[in-house]
């Protein structure tokens, strides 16, 4: 029986299903999006995770735990100073899992896209989206500032007007006295 046993085995011996989502998560983290099966996919989800939660702690401990995982210096460094900063202030749902509508040719298998939540050329434009909300809550305030300085323009202009004739009437004088 398998009862209380997490975890799909993928017709895999465990050395291969490890060595299997240490390259898959190499390469979600470097494209921050890759094709697969869903099974794989959902598997890949707990690794991805908690290479993220790793790298919110960022201290030196949380570090080598993801070395182990990524073997690759870069791409622990580009965890910790790229990618974990973009989730900070977030408790889960680092990544998303988007079915695709046709299956692998081969074999059937239903596929995915795997991707992190916040991409690197998406996280900018959502920061705005926040300043946007807060300039929805108050754009009377906004507008109204404007609208015044209109007013205040329009107001100057009439002065202008006025000082207009009396420069005509300063210049006809001078012309009087030549």
């Known amino acids: 029986m398998r009862h209380r046993k997490s975890g799909r085995k993928l017709n895999r011996s465990s050395s291969h299903r490890k060595a299997m989502f240490k390259n898959m998560a190499k390469a979600l983290l470097t494209y921050e999006s890759i094709r697969t099966t869903e099974a794989k996919a959902k598997e890949l989800r707990k690794v991805i995770d908690r290479l993220i939660t790793l790298a919110l702690k960022n201290d030196l401990h949380a570090r080598r735990q993801a070395y182990k995982i990524l073997g690759s210096h870069q791409m622990v460094q580009r965890l910790f100073d790229e990618i974990g900063p973009r989730f900070s202030g977030g408790k889960g749902g680092y990544t998303r899992i988007i079915k695709l509508s046709s299956p692998r040719?081969?074999?059937?298998?239903?596929?995915?896209?795997?991707?992190?939540t916040k991409l690197a050329g998406a996280a900018p434009a959502e920061e705005p989206k926040a300043e946007e909300k807060l300039a929805k809550k108050a754009p009377a305030k906004k507008k109204a500032a404007p609208k015044k300085e209109a007013k205040?323009?329009?107001?100057?202009?009439?002065?202008?007007e006025e000082a207009a004739p009396e420069e005509a009437a300063e210049k006809s004088e001078e012309k009087a006295e030549d």
Not at 105 to 112: E, I, L
């Open 105 to 116: 040719k081969g074999d059937a298998a239903p596929m995915v896209i795997i991707e992190l």
């Open 152 to 160: 205040a323009e329009v107001k100057e202009e009439k002065p202008a």
